[in-house]
């Protein structure tokens, strides 16, 4: 009988991720899923940047980025009329992908799993989870193969990212709350004439909606639109060029031509959550937790950083110096994260789809006259932006996150995203971001040289941690600029001092003003086995 640390049950883009981090810091995964094949066709399409954040830590950031297309605005289409509005010139300082970056789902599996495959981790294909028990140590997963063969797996974790219809959940007995919304969608991959290119583009009008985003790769656009409430079309059948032709030309008066489809299909959407994220040594990650409908291209980010928060949890459990309620905080963090957007989808679903009369109204007068105006301050963007690009999730509410009271009044707090900026780095130029890449826990010592003597940390060397001084006591007046401007972004004052202790996700663990290293050490103490 084989035997891993770690049973990852899916391989989209959340259990791709998962197994990623697993790997980074040493662990024996394995990935099985139940498709043959990954997927060809696009279904998530836009990678927010906290998600470019975190996989940057796997290396496989530069290579999305390279693939996709960064939008540089919108077009509002509503009564014959245009109305542009720039959506990402914003100016955020404080993280290196300012942009929604559009990608098909297809392409951001095949970088990820091209980083596995170069880290010598395989998919196991046509493999599906037909039994599931939870063991003394672990659990014993039974595992069917395409020949029918059976095959018995003992693993100390599972992770259930096996999407909406989770074998992993229905097996741990895990409930799946929610209904399902009565439209019916159309979604194409396509390419279209008449509108202008580099844009995202939405129609509106009062029978809903019509989107039309810039894809690249394998079509130009995608395309998703509402089919009218008399249209009676199941979900699962078959869609023609001609079917989405029409409906287009009910929501953009036949201005635009479709042509060259390579994927077309209805579907229904869902807003549905689990009751629980873990189940003894099971849990559940992406659509297997959450799922809700496209609004704010929120899904699939979602799951990744589900896999985040999740993977270096595992991994510090696996190698014993993690107190045992570590494990736990994955629930109480991540749980609320997928409520908020299921909230958030909701209601802009609602105005989306709603034929309210006063809601219809909204939409198609309304809408196009004040959102170019309500968006024309870059701050009211960089506000709005920031709350869809998930840039503010933060945890502060959760157990792991700890403020000193001598903690500074202001900049990020402990449960908040580490801030990216400018630092010096071995006499090279770096980021906050960069300096806290590799895997593993990091501690910034904040403020002048003198504050913080070699001599006066040796009782962090028991501990698995990266130390890092900002300004570093060698550095040259242009580093200490560089440092200055860091500090400024984490809210020590000039001439104070601080610690900020970064979990591995790139969260803010425990902050502190001043040099006293109480409160750190019995932070460790408790989350981090020496």
Not at 267 to 275: E, P, S, V, W
Request: charged fraction near 20%; charge should be positive; glycine fraction near 10%.
């Amino acid at each position: 009988m084989k035997a891993v640390e770690v049973l990852v049950v899916g391989a989209g883009p959340t259990g791709l991720a998962v197994a990623g981090q697993l790997a980074a810091f040493g662990v024996r995964v394995r990935v099985v899923d139940r498709a043959v094949d990954r997927v060809h066709e696009s279904r998530a399409l836009a990678i927010q940047p906290r998600t470019l954040e975190v996989l940057a830590g796997l290396g496989v950031t530069d290579e999305l980025v390279a693939r996709g297309n960064r939008a540089v605005g919108m077009c509002l289409h509503a009564r014959g009329r245009q109305r542009s509005v720039p959506l990402f010139d914003l100016g955020l300082h404080d993280t290196a992908y300012p942009y929604l970056l559009f990608l098909s789902q297809a392409e951001t599996e095949r970088v990820l799993g091209e980083h596995l495959a170069a880290a010598g981790l395989a998919v196991d294909r046509g493999v599906e989870l037909v039994g599931l028990e939870q063991t003394d140590d672990g659990a014993m997963a039974r595992l069917r193969h395409r020949d029918g063969r059976e095959e018995p797996v003992s693993a100390r974790y599972v992770v259930g990212c096996d999407g909406a219809h989770s074998s992993v959940r229905h097996l741990a007995r895990i409930g799946f709350e929610g209904a399902a919304y009565p439209q019916t969608f159309v979604l194409a991959d396509l390419e279209a004439d008449g509108v202008e290119p580099g844009a995202a583009h939405v129609f509106l009008s009062e029978r809903g909606m019509l989107f039309l985003f810039p894809l690249g790769h394998p079509t130009s656009w995608r395309l998703l639109a509402m089919r009218p409430p008399t249209d009676l079309t199941p979900p699962d059948a078959p869609v023609t060029l001609d079917e989405v032709q029409a409906l287009a030309d009910t929501y953009t008066a036949a201005t635009m031509r479709l042509h060259d489809p390579v994927w077309m299909t209805n579907f229904r959407l869902h807003h549905r959550a689990a009751t629980r994220y873990r189940a003894g040594p099971v849990f559940l990650a992406g659509d297997a937790a959450h799922i809700h409908s496209p609004a704010g291209a929120q899904g699939m980010n979602t799951g990744i950083q589900d896999a985040v928060n999740l993977g270096w949890k595992l991994a510090q459990a696996l190698r014993g110096d993690a107190a045992p309620a570590l494990l736990d905080t994955y629930d109480t963090e991540r749980a609320p994260v997928g409520r908020m957007v299921l909230r958030f989808t909701d209601r802009a679903f609602t105005v989306a789809t709603s034929t309210n009369p006063l809601v219809r109204f909204a939409r198609t007068r309304l809408a196009p006259a004040l959102i170019p105006v309500a968006l024309a301050p870059r701050f009211v963007r960089a506000s709005a932006f920031r709350t869809v690009s998930q840039l503010g999730i933060g945890y502060r509410h959760s157990p792991l996150s700890v403020e000193d009271p001598s903690a500074p009044r202001k900049g990020p707090r402990a449960g908040d995203r580490l801030p990216d900026a400018p630092v010096p780095a071995g006499g090279d130029s770096a980021t906050l971001h960069q300096l806290t890449a590799t895997p593993g826990w990091h501690l910034l010592l904040c403020g002048p040289p003198a504050a913080w003597p070699a001599a006066a940390t040796p009782a962090l060397d028991r501990y698995r941690l990266t130390v890092h001084r900002l300004p570093e006591p060698a550095g040259t007046a242009a580093a200490r600029t560089s440092a200055a401007r860091a500090l400024r972004c984490l809210g020590i004052t000039p001439g104070g001092s601080g610690l900020f202790l970064v979990r591995p996700d790139g969260h803010i663990g425990y902050r502190a003003g001043g040099v006293d290293l109480t409160g750190l050490l019995a932070y460790l103490d408790r989350w981090l086995r020496s």
